[in-house]
């Protein structure tokens, strides 16, 4: 069964399909196909042979505009400074997760977050309990289509990522 909801932007889609999946396992995927999926059989395997909760992906090597590069230094600092711990790679574009560690996870993320996936990856690492690799995804650089950031919405996103992750709890008590 489907609910149809108004548009409540990228993240509450992210949190509704999150929500809704089934499987055991998810995986989040940025959707610009930068990301190749080559290693999915490997990285499948890894995270179920060695009982984790989840796996994030780190984008090597790295094929953005400088500014993006920029704005991802600043959200990790940001980050550590925050928590002590961030993602080696700011954006995560590539995880493998267990949905049970999602459900433990979500309630910790505020509804209306711009950058849900994001804090979920943030979560994990800081989470003494949660058992997080951290593994090498291979990206290309954009080969069609325009980053639909511009200026303006660029702003907006970095304002709202910056309210999310100071949002979160600085740890999770077990």
């Not at 907006?156 to 600085?170: G, K, M, V, Y």
Request: hydrophobic share 45%.
């Amino acid at each position: 069964m489907f609910l149809l909801l108004a548009n409540g932007g990228h993240g509450a889609a992210l949190r509704a399909g999150l929500d809704a999946a089934r499987g055991e396992t998810l995986l989040l995927l940025d959707s610009d196909r930068q990301i190749s999926l080559e290693a999915f059989a490997t990285h499948w395997a890894h995270l179920h042979d060695q009982g984790l909760d989840a796996l994030l992906g780190i984008r090597a090597p790295r094929h953005d505009p400088p500014l993006r590069l920029v704005i991802t230094r600043i959200m990790r600092a940001l980050i550590r400074l925050r928590f002590g711990r961030s993602p080696k790679d700011g954006g995560v574009p590539y995880k493998l997760i267990q949905r049970a560690i999602w459900k433990e996870m979500a309630p910790h993320i505020r509804s209306d977050a711009a950058i849900p996936s994001v804090l979920l990856a943030i979560l994990l690492l800081n989470n003494p309990r949660a058992s997080v690799e951290e593994v090498r995804v291979e990206h290309r650089a954009r080969t069609s289509g325009r980053s639909v950031l511009r200026w303006r919405r660029l702003w907006n996103l970095c304002r709202e990522a910056t309210r999310d992750i100071l949002s979160l709890p600085p740890r999770i008590d077990p």
